[in-house]
């Protein structure tokens, strides 16, 4: 069957250090990676994406590196911030079939200073 | 200057009434979404409009009926509603001739059934 998830538990850090979330996937083939912020109360922000053939990109303090042997795709925030603590959405973009975004669950991320 | 917006962001009915939520985004984009996010908070794709021309239809009961009356519109208009049906619904557009396929996602619209 088809699954994506991601760390189910939530990630507690201290500020300043690096956070790494995971998002892995079975049985999709999806042609690019997306991860979106969800903070409580409001929708998703998109933060970044990443194609298939892409094996690392970059924005700011965020990394994003996508394996499509081992099906994973970790996110990372370095320098963290007690500003970065919200829920994090990884979602495969299933360009066929008109575009779909097929969302994880979340990680929930606490940033404490 | 809201790109993404729904109303109501709140709704509180009871079972087996008729409802409706609007979305509008000032976006310029082709394609627009509906979402549904449950208790466990996963989200889920329900349909999506290209230039007013539905294109996905996910495994929805026919109680939902999608309606997009321009590019910038798509209401979700809900009859019958269960005690199932309580959750966050966000409506989302893209630009799907972008290659990116980023979405927007509105506010959010709450809706509990009694």
């Known amino acids: 069957s088809q699954k994506i998830e991601q760390n189910s538990e939530a990630l507690n850090i201290q500020e300043g250090k690096t956070a790494t ?8 083939s999806p042609a690019y990676l997306q ?11 998109f933060l970044l994406l990443i194609r ?8 700011e303090r965020l990394k994003v590196t996508f394996d499509t042997t081992l099906k994973q795709s ?5 320098a963290s911030q007690p500003a970065d603590s919200a829920t994090y959405l990884c979602a495969l973009d299933m360009r066929s ?13 606490r940033v404490k200073s | 200057d809201t790109a993404v917006s729904q109303t109501p962001k709140y709704l509180v009915t009871q079972m087996g009434n008729d409802k409706s939520i609007k979305c509008e985004q000032n976006l310029g984009h082709d394609t627009m ?24 239809n996910e495994t929805v009961p026919n109680r939902f009926s999608p309606k997009s009356p321009d590019k910038a519109h798509l ?6 509603l269960e005690l199932g049906d309580s ?19 509105g506010p959010g619209t709450r809706l509990t059934v009694l």
Not at chain 1, 21 to 28: G, I, K, Q, S
Not at chain 2, 75 to 80: M, Q, R, V
Not at chain 2, 87 to 105: D, I, K, L, M
Request: hydrophobic letters at 30%; a positive charge; one cysteine or more.
């Open chain 2, 33 to 56: 979404y509906w979402y549904k996010q449950d208790s466990k908070k996963f989200l889920k794709i329900m349909f999506s409009y290209n230039n007013k021309e539905l294109i996905i």
């Open chain 1, 21 to 28: 979330l995971t998002c892995n996937y079975t049985n999709y």
């Open chain 1, 74 to 78: 970790l996110f990372h925030i370095t």
């Open chain 2, 87 to 105: 959750a966050v619904y966000f409506c989302a557009s893209s630009r799907r001739t972008s290659g990116y396929n980023e979405q927007f996602f």
């Open chain 1, 97 to 109: 079939g008109g575009n779909k975004l097929v969302f994880g669950a979340g990680t929930i991320l």
């Open chain 1, 35 to 45: 991860w979106y912020r969800q903070d409580p109360g409001r929708g998703p922000v």
């Open chain 2, 75 to 80: 209401n979700l208009h809900i009859n019958s």
């Open chain 1, 52 to 59: 298939e053939n892409e094996k690392e990109k970059r924005k």
